[in-house]
């Protein structure tokens, strides 16, 4: 970007000014990213004398998209704020939704409890005390009514955090709801996160099956919603590095384990017989923002314009397909239960982070949630806190501010090149099911964890509060507590569901099911019929189970 | 020295996949020279069984889902049914909030570890108290 003279020229005065540095004391502390790449003291046109313009940067709507991915960003249309959310059941997730509604939000995430994860029904013992409280409870199709009740569905998204065991049956009842209720899916907005890491390494499995067969199903939800054009509106997948990289991977494995696992699903549906451009355009992906603000937004930028790379490597022709569009939380595990006011400002220096990386959607986190759901209150502060962003602060007037930074530029080239490696390294081992059942992942997690904790014990990573500036663990904030009668409520619903419908239909539609599941077909369009008779998602799922056998992970300590 | 290494058995009652808490303190044990029995997903008989079969010191409950009361109650029940509960120290770590805590130890939990513990606190907790 400068001319050879030019550089040649600012190459003499940094040498100058060096000098003038040599003998000044810097602080006793590593200048490293969170990642730990090394920081310099400062960057200059010489940290950038490779770069193009045209081919490194370009123009915001332009490959390779490091500037954002629609060519008018925040100046069209501010991203979704979406606040992922649920507890109790349905109905008070319904009136904690319509209560941020009305307060701004402009996209809806449903957070499902254990027991919608691990397709359990709450007439199972295993899980019964786990009903609705640590999200909201949705196991048949009543849930689904009962949650988007005076929801306008049709103008507004809806995130359903469920994942690939799940996704087939929490959807479906999505789907068959909205049908019944007079809309058209084939325009529904909305995503399934159906991320096959997300119940593997972000969480263990609870009685799942094994991964070959879970990356099966997440690609039988993309193929049965884009491509065959049942639901061509929807993401039918959201890859979300948040999860793992919350149990303590680095931005550069969080990009390294999404990108890996992007790649066996759209392996797997071009083995199937479909084009890349065919779906590539409506996945989507789920990154964290974390605590390092400069290595964060390095890593949206350059999460851009590796994607672009690799749909150009996947002969992707469309260009609408090269985007790469997602969805931000800030960083759960970066709030502290000591002092949690101070989450506050932690949540807004993230999402900032969030924003000057050019996310479509952010979710902010609340204040208390080291401790409990969000209460009300807290959820309120959490998305007034991007309303601050939008409306006050003036930082959208242009878009990408940040580039042409030389150290925003040349961190953004760092981490693209080490992602590069990283998913190198992943994809080694194979597709992103032999790298769970293998237990690679697992190692890869274990070894994150361990880092942190000598991290944070050893004082190299400060967590006010914690381990600087300590103060007891003491709640001085009210908890939010989940409705203790939800499970009376589920098990009544179910109850009632089970009164009602068909069961002889039912057991035949489940039979159907069985078969193909045996035969390996795409589970979704009987699962669309089960539901709508009534299944629920624990039903459907023992027929996974019962077909495929329970899968162990291979965990690491 | 031959005195006998502590035994610890890690578990998780129910079916919530917060797994990083657990991994994470049983490395740190088994760091500190104890015998550690990684139970992971286990329900309240499966716990017992393997704490008396395992003969265990500690038997540490790692608990992410709000659901603690529950599933701790059941733990302690079982345990004095077999007769066992005096033998065996009993901790408790996770999202808990504080307000909890004396309930908790009334209910004969040894102690609560909630967000942002260090894990030295829990070694130099056990290596003080456990029943030798």
Known sequence: MFDKNYLEKVRQEKEKWEKLYENLKERDVKFVTDSEIPIKNLYTPLDLKDKDYMNDINFPGMAPYTRGVYPSMYRGRLWTMRLFSGHGTPEETNKRWKFLYENGETGFSAAVDALTFNGIDPTNPDGAPEVGTSGVPLYCIDSLFALTEDIPIDKISVALVVEPFT??????????????????????????????????????????????????????????????????????????????????????????????????????????????????????????????????????????????????????????????????????????????????????????????????????????????????EAALVALRTQQVISDESRIHNTIDPLAGSYFVEWLTDEIEEKVWKYMDKIQKVGSIDKALSTGFLYKEMRDAFHKRRMRIENNEEIMLGVNKYPVPYDDVTDVFRTNKEAIAIEVERINKLKARRDNAKLEKILDKLRNVCEKEENVMPIVMDATKEGATVGEICDIYREVWGIWEPPLAI | MNEKKVRVLMSKPGIDGHWRGGIVVSRALRDAGME?????????????????????????LSIHSGAHFAYTQDVIDLLKEKGVFEDIMILLGGVIPAKDFPKLREMGVANVYGPGTITKDIVDFIRTNVKK
């Open chain 2, 36 to 60: 550690l029995i990684f139970g992971g997903f286990q329900n309240v008989q499966q716990i017992v069984e393997a704490a008396i079969q395992e003969d265990v010191d500690v038997i540490g």
């Open chain 1, 167 to 376: 996704s087939a049956p929490v959807c479906a009842m999505y789907f068959n709801m909205a049908k019944i209720r007079g809309y058209d899916i084939s325009k529904l907005m909305g995503t399934t996160q159906n991320d096959i890491l997300t119940m593997t390494v972000g969480y263990i499995p609870y009685k799942n099956c094994p991964p070959n067969h879970i990356l099966r199903l997440a690609c039988d939800f993309i193929e049965w919603t884009v491509p065959m054009k049942n639901v061509p509106r929807w993401h039918p997948i959201n890859f979300t590095g948040y999860n793992y990289r919350e149990g303590g991977i680095d931005a550069v494995q969080e990009l390294g384990f999404v990108f890996a696992s992007a790649c066996s699903h759209i392996d797997n549906l071009i083995e199937r017989g479909w084009k890349v451009d065919d779906f590539v355009g409506r996945l989507a992906f789920h990154l964290a923002a974390h605590k390092d603000f400069f290595e964060e937004i390095a890593k949206f930028r350059a999460a851009r314009r590796i994607w672009y790379k690799l749909m150009k490597k996947y002969d992707a022709k469309d260009p609408k397909n090269f985007g790469f569009r997602f969805h931000v939380q800030t960083a759960g595990s970066s709030l502290t239960a000591q002092l949690p006011k101070v989450n506050i400002v932690r949540t807004a220096i993230q999402a900032l982070e969030a924003n000057l990386g050019g996310c479509q959607s952010l979710h902010t986190n609340s204040y208390d949630e080291a401790i409990c759901l969000p209460s009300e």
